[in-house]
């Protein structure tokens, strides 16, 4: 059982790594598709996680979260999200200052979404190939949903059970509009400019409260219906 949720914790750090270098890495090429040739320069458009990993967000943090039960900390636990370096991009070289500015901003988000619907269809094709396919893949998705559940898993299938858990967190998880996060670039976009002034003077220290109290609450009630609905899918094909 211990190997069994120390597996699971494994896979889900590679695929916060990976999930978090494809989200900036979407955002970088975005950016300089739209004119803004600044990331690209300085080597973002690309999936090794050296040119994205912040030490906090990338590694302390959703370290915390999966590693943290093991020693009996529990903080943070229940859903697995971080963060990366911020793609730098300079609004001024966008053509359409606030449309490209958005663009790019919403391609990180809904590159996890592409990554949500790849490992669903992998699991949909397990589904319907494998002998007693819609057996295992239930099996490994209710497993990375609950990891102390005594059930039978099969590698591939909890690999993308876990990439469809861990990239739906991080889409709803980047939506919030809290800053930094995507979500807050977009809703800055749209306010007046003395709204935005007062917005941009939101001290750092209370988006983190935010992030941690009222955003998870929010993931949760979002979350949760998702997942529902994911699983509904798999059972169904």
């Known amino acids: 059982?211990?190997?069994?949720?120390?597996?699971?914790?494994?896979?889900?750090?590679?695929?916060?790594?990976?999930?978090?270098?494809?989200?900036?890495?979407?955002?970088?090429w975005m950016a300089s598709r739209l004119g803004d040739q600044t990331a690209r320069l300085e080597?973002?458009?690309?999936?090794?996680?050296?040119?994205?990993?912040?030490?906090?967000?990338?590694?302390?943090?959703p370290a915390l979260?999966?590693?943290?039960?093991?020693?009996?900390?529990?903080?943070?636990s229940g859903f697995l999200v971080g963060w990366a370096k911020p793609?730098?991009?300079?609004?001024?070289?966008?053509?359409?200052?606030?449309?490209?500015?958005?663009?790019?901003?919403?391609?990180?988000?809904?590159?996890?979404?592409?990554?949500?619907l790849l490992a669903f269809s992998v699991l949909a094709i397990m589904a319907v190939a494998l002998p007693d396919g819609r057996m295992i893949v239930q099996s490994s998705f209710?497993?990375?949903?609950?990891?102390?559940?005594?059930?039978t898993i099969q590698p591939v299938a909890l690999l993308c059970s876990l990439a469809v858990l861990i990239n739906l967190s991080l889409f709803f998880f980047n939506l919030l509009p809290i800053p930094p996060l995507d979500g807050s670039r977009v809703l800055r976009n749209l306010l007046p400019y003395n709204a935005m002034q007062a917005y941009d003077r939101i001290p750092i220290w209370v988006s983190y409260l935010f992030m941690?109290?009222?955003?998870g609450f929010i993931m949760s009630i979002l979350?949760?219906?998702?997942?529902?609905?994911?699983?509904?899918a798999l059972i169904h094909i």
Request: overall charge neutral.
């Open 142 to 151: 209710i497993a990375a949903l609950s990891p102390g559940a005594p059930l």
């Open 65 to 76: 979260i999966i590693f943290g039960p093991f020693i009996g900390f529990t903080f943070f």
């Open 43 to 61: 080597g973002r458009i690309t999936l090794n996680p050296m040119y994205h990993v912040d030490p906090v967000g990338t590694l302390l943090f």
């Open 223 to 232: 979350l949760r219906p998702a997942l529902a609905l994911v699983y509904f």
């Open 87 to 116: 793609t730098p991009v300079i609004t001024r070289n966008f053509r359409k200052i606030v449309r490209d500015d958005n663009l790019t901003t919403l391609a990180g988000p809904l590159s996890n979404v592409v990554l949500v």
């Open 212 to 215: 941690i109290f009222v955003g």
């Open 1 to 28: 059982m211990l190997e069994t949720r120390f597996l699971i914790a494994v896979f889900e750090f590679v695929l916060l790594l990976f999930s978090l270098s494809f989200h900036e890495c979407a955002h970088a």
